[in-house]
């Protein structure tokens, strides 16, 4: 009860956040104004958008089968197209839910290993963060003088004071070594436990795993149909981006820097830890465009119009894809017991 009790209480705590970054966004806009711009859009651009969102999903599917290969399975593209969108939908729950949610659905389709998986999507978790510096750095080259202090403002500056406020918080770096020399030493213990008793306990095995799946991106049978689709898919979320902006007049003459830009601003609200980037998404892209002479109104417009694209495209697959693994987790349930018999 007290486990379910936390639960809630984090889902409304990053709810609050969400609401209260969307408040933020929307303070002194007006709203009937913003509404009647995203009512005026030109859908045909606005469906190009979404499409090649679709591109970008099933060739991140792929691409994780690429790093599920090394660890000995191979996965049915569908059930892992199927679970990736169960994990973007339980991310509009509770964000970093997906990651657990799609590891969880892909092992019960799959009978693949959790923990192999779960370290798979921390590859690609970690690879998606160095895409994404790599288009931050070449968005502040070729956009210096209109992104650098919006950068700074924004995002270097406010990240390196809650650092510097951390770092000398006596208490934040007694508590850091604390968790980190009970995290090692209790690591050593469970490995000398599992030496000293002959058979890997279950948190050595889970460990064992984790590794496993980790170490898949130096065993990639594939390697340069991993590094495609990593291409491939961070090209789409630019296209995505870069396509929106003929739906609307005021953003239809930005060119393809300010569409780099946007993936920048975009990704980084997206990663902010609340439900789908509600709220952080909307704040971080409405200010940036006003970079490029749009009003708030206009930038908030935008934000919103591809923002709720996502989430709709997201909810319908991800509730859509929910049902296909029931069935697909059924129907595998049935084969077995009729084996049993």
């Known amino acids: 009860m007290n486990k379910y009790l936390l639960s809630v209480l984090k889902y409304i705590f990053l709810l609050a956040i969400a609401i209260g970054l969307l408040y933020l966004a929307f303070q002194g806009v007006d709203i009937g104004r913003t509404i009647h711009a995203i009512s005026q859009a030109n859908y045909f651009w606005l469906s190009a958008s979404v499409l090649v969102s679709l591109v970008a999903f099933v060739s991140r599917a792929y691409r994780w089968n690429l790093l599920i290969e090394p660890l000995g399975y191979n996965p049915k593209s569908t059930n892992t197209m199927y679970s990736l969108m169960v994990g973007y939908l339980a991310n509009l729950a509770v964000p970093r839910l997906g990651e657990v949610s799609r590891c969880g659905s892909l092992s019960k389709a799959e009978k693949i290993p959790f923990n192999g998986l779960l370290g798979t999507v921390i590859v690609e978790r970690v690879i998606d963060v160095i895409c994404l510096l790599i288009c931050l750095l070449l968005t502040a080259f070729v956009e210096y003088d209109r992104v650098g202090n919006f950068l700074e403002d924004s995002i270097i500056n406010p990240i390196t004071l809650k650092v510097n406020q951390s770092l000398q918080s006596v208490m934040f770096i007694s508590v850091a070594a604390i968790i980190l020399v009970a995290l090692t030493g209790t690591i050593f213990w469970f490995v000398k436990k599992s030496r000293q008793s002959g058979a890997e ?101 935008f934000a919103t119009m591809l923002h709720t694209s996502q989430m709709l495209i997201v909810i319908v697959l991800g509730s859509v894809s929910f049902l296909l693994l029931f069935f697909v987790n059924k129907n595998s349930a049935n084969d077995v017991a009729g084996e049993n018999k």
């Open 201 to 301: 306990s279950k948190i050595m095995v889970m460990i064992k795993g984790l590794f496993d799946g980790l170490l898949s991106i130096g065993q990639l049978k594939r390697p340069w149909a991993f590094i495609f689709h990593t291409l491939l898919i961070w090209f789409m979320y630019f296209l995505m981006a870069y396509l929106a902006f003929f739906a609307m007049p005021v953003t239809s003459s930005l060119t393809w820097s300010a569409g780099l830009f946007i993936l920048v601003v975009g990704g980084l609200g997206m990663s902010a830890p609340v439900q789908g980037g509600i709220g952080a998404y909307h704040l971080l892209v409405s200010q940036g465009l006003t970079l490029y002479g749009l009003s708030r109104e206009d930038g908030l417009a």
